[in-house]
Nanobody, 124 residues
Framework: QVQLAESGGGLVQDGGSLRLSCAAS????????MGWFRRAPGKEREFVGA????????KYADSVKGRFTIARDSRKNTVYLQMNDLKPADTAVYYC?????????????????WGQGTQVTVSS
């Protein structure tokens, strides 16, 4: 089992930036993948993006493409979600998730373990 701990959420103005971190409790393997999801009030959980630990291949939802960037630091077992040009529609609880199987997962059901979430609020 792996524990994931997100940090870095907060309140930011429209157009601002935040960087979320997700620290894993153990060494990650090159075949594993990390995803970011979010859930806004009254809405379904939404895929934000994902990265493969070994190759660094990424995939993003269309709604965040060009504004959000995922990176990983294997030495720290940490994945980052850099969020730029934030909009009120980005307000949500953001979760990181780990997937042990090969391939980037786009659905929450593809992931095996989850962090507790961190709140991001973008004011207009």
């Amino acid at each position: 089992q792996v524990q994931l701990a997100e940090s870095g959420g907060g309140l930011v103005q429209d157009g601002g930036s935040l960087r979320l971190s997700c620290a894993a409790s153990r060494h990650t393997f090159s075949s594993e993948n990390m995803g970011w999801f979010r859930r806004a009030p009254g809405k379904e959980r939404e895929f934000v993006g994902a990265i493969n630990w070994g190759r660094g291949v990424t995939k993003y939802a269309d709604s965040v493409k060009g504004r959000f960037t995922i990176a990983r630091d294997s030495r720290k077992n940490t994945v980052y979600l850099q969020m730029n040009d934030l909009k009120p529609a980005d307000t949500a609880v953001y979760y990181c998730a780990g997937r042990m199987a090969y391939g980037l997962g786009l659905s929450g059901e593809d992931y095996d373990f989850w962090g507790q979430g961190t709140q991001v609020t973008v004011s207009s």
